[in-house]
T-cell receptor
Framework: AQSVTQLDSHVSVSEGTPVLLRCNYS??????LFWYVQHPNKGLQLLLK??????LVKGINGFEAEFKKSETSFHLTKPSAHMSDAAEYFC???????????FGAGTRLAVHP | EAQVTQNPRYLITVTGKKLTVTCSQN?????MSWYRQDPGLGLRQIYY???????DKGDVPEGYKVSRKEKRNFPLILESPSPNQTSLYFC?????????????FGPGTRLTVT
C-alpha cells in the first residue's frame, strides 16, 4: 500500500533563509511523487513531479526536491524563502494505478519578515 | 484557458437538504475525481471516473453520489447532507494514461452543513 508522511505540520522561516519541507513515502511500486502548493483560499497548484528520470527535480518558483530511494524521502527545498511562499504544501504519491493520488497531511509554511 | 471550474464556491445548507456541486473541465480529460480536504488529513478521494459512464468509489465515498454522463462534467451529489460532511471539496481532472500524469484542480467548494 502507498502512504505519505509529512514530518512537520508547521514550518516557520525568516524571509531570505532556506526552506526544507520533509516528506517520506511508502510504496509497493516504483513511485511517482509530487509536491502541490495551496495558497490561502486557492486551489492546488503543482510545484514539481518526480517521474523516475532525474532524482533532483526542479519546480516552479525556485523549489526543488530530491528523490532518495534508500531513505524513501522526497524533501522539498528552496534556497531563499520569499513572503509569497507562505502557503500549505502537500507531498503526494501516485498509488501504482493510473491516476489515484495519496496526499500527505500537509505542511503549513509561514515566512516572517 | 485550460481550467477546472466548480460551483458554487461557498455553500451553507441544513441537514438533509439535497445538494449538488458541479464540476466542469475544458481539457477533454478522461479522468475526473472528487476530494475532500479536512484539517490534518490532507485530501482524501471520494469518487473518481475514468471516462463517461465509468465511476468508482475512492477512500471516503459514504454519503456521496456522482455521475458522469458527459466527458466534461462530473457533479458531486449529497442526497442527505450531514454535519460531518462540512468540508472543503476539490474536483480534479487529468488524462487517463499509465504513468505520471498531472492532475488539475478546481478552486474548491467550501460546504457547511448545519
Amino acid at each position: 500500500a502507498q502512504s505519505v508522511t509529512q514530518l512537520d505540520s508547521h514550518v516557520s522561516v525568516s524571509e531570505g533563509t532556506p526552506v526544507l519541507l520533509r516528506c517520506n513515502y511508502s510504496s509497493s511500486y516504483s513511485p511517482s511523487l509530487f509536491w502541490y502548493v495551496q495558497h490561502p483560499n486557492k486551489g492546488l497548484q503543482l510545484l514539481l513531479k518526480y517521474t523516475s528520470a532525474a532524482t533532483l527535480v526542479k519546480g516552479i518558483n525556485g523549489f526543488e526536491a530530491e528523490f532518495k530511494k534508500s531513505e524513501t524521502s522526497f524533501h522539498l527545498t528552496k534556497p531563499s524563502a520569499h513572503m509569497s511562499d507562505a502557503a500549505e504544501y502537500f507531498c503526494v504519491v501516485s498509488a501504482g494505478g493510473y491516476n489515484k493520488l495519496i496526499f500527505g497531511a500537509g505542511t503549513r509554511l509561514a515566512v516572517h519578515p | 484557458e485550460a481550467q477546472v471550474t466548480q460551483n458554487p464556491r461557498y455553500l451553507i445548507t441544513v441537514t438533509g437538504k439535497k445538494l449538488t456541486v458541479t464540476c466542469s473541465q475544458n481539457m477533454n480529460h478522461e479522468y475526473m475525481s472528487w476530494y475532500r480536504q479536512d484539517p490534518g488529513l490532507g485530501l482524501r478521494q471520494i469518487y473518481y471516473s475514468m471516462n463517461v459512464e465509468v465511476t468508482d468509489k475512492g477512500d471516503v465515498p459514504e454519503g456521496y453520489k456522482v455521475s458522469r454522463k458527459e466527458k466534461r462534467n462530473f457533479p458531486l451529489i449529497l442526497e442527505s447532507p450531514s454535519p460531518n460532511q462540512t468540508s472543503l471539496y476539490f474536483c480534479a481532472s487529468s488524462l487517463h494514461l499509465a504513468g505520471v500524469v498531472e492532475q488539475y484542480f478546481g478552486p474548491g467548494t467550501r460546504l457547511t452543513v448545519t
